[in-house]
């Protein structure tokens, strides 16, 4: 498995600022992924984020809310933007460890927003 | 598109009392489906990766099992730290993309 960080841990934010949330990961893993769950519920997949690559941001997901940057192979960050009510949720990082034809995703302990 | 189905949405257990959770599930092509644990404010615990009809994994007091069409999750003689939310996922062969169930959770009762 993988040793993945997020910060921060928890915030609580006013409506129509951002927040940044940093994933950090003790291996080099070519994909990350973030995920959203909303209070009570799963999780839904934001985007993938790729070294060197631009985001691919999943249906419902647009940079402009959920700029995403992957500078190397072991951090990466999600901007919460303009953020209303709404977007409280936890977010979390995940990243594809293995090396076969299907890798495991595992999860950082994820970020809990309150945007008030 | 994925659709992932589990049942129950909660399970109350007295400790020793055995009892399996479901997922059932839809994709035009499986490459593996994933069971999590997740505590509450915690991020999920990965467990299990099955990828083809009939095969079983253990660990400790959980089994989970595979057939083409749902996944079941046996908790043996569980113990109140067996509490928590139980996720299912599945990952479809041509992305890379988890598609997660909303989850059981079981509460087991000393």
């Known amino acids: 498995s993988a040793v993945i960080s997020q910060k921060p841990s928890r915030d609580i934010c006013q409506r129509g600022t951002s927040l940044t949330i940093q994933c950090q990961v003790d291996s080099q893993v070519t994909m990350m992924f973030w995920y959203r769950q909303q209070p009570g519920q799963s999780l839904t997949l934001i985007a993938t984020?790729?070294?060197?690559?631009?985001?691919?941001?999943e249906s419902g997901f647009v940079i402009d809310k959920f700029p995403i940057s992957r500078p190397n192979l072991t951090f990466s960050t999600l901007t919460v933007s303009n953020m209303s009510p709404e977007d409280s949720s936890i977010y979390l990082c995940?990243?594809?460890?293995?090396?076969?034809?299907?890798?495991?995703?595992?999860f950082g302990p994820g970020t809990r927003l309150t945007v008030l | 598109e994925d659709q992932v189905t589990q049942s129950p949405e909660a399970l109350r257990l007295q400790e020793g009392e055995s009892s399996s959770l479901n997922c059932s599930y839809t994709?035009?092509?499986?490459?593996?489906l994933f069971w999590y644990r997740q505590d509450p404010g915690k991020g999920p615990e990965f467990l299990f990766t099955l990828y083809s009809a009939g095969e079983e994994k253990e660990k400790e007091r959980l089994k989970a099992t595979l057939t083409k069409k749902e996944s079941f999750l046996h908790i043996t003689a569980p113990k109140p730290e067996d509490s928590a939310t139980y996720l299912c996922a599945v990952q479809e062969s041509s992305d890379y993309k988890l598609s997660f169930g909303a989850g059981t959770t079981v509460t087991v009762r000393a």
């Open positions: 995940s990243v594809e460890l293995g090396g076969r034809s299907t890798d495991t995703q595992y």
């Open positions: 994709v035009s092509g499986l490459r593996g």
């Open positions: 984020a790729n070294q060197g690559s631009e985001a691919t941001y």
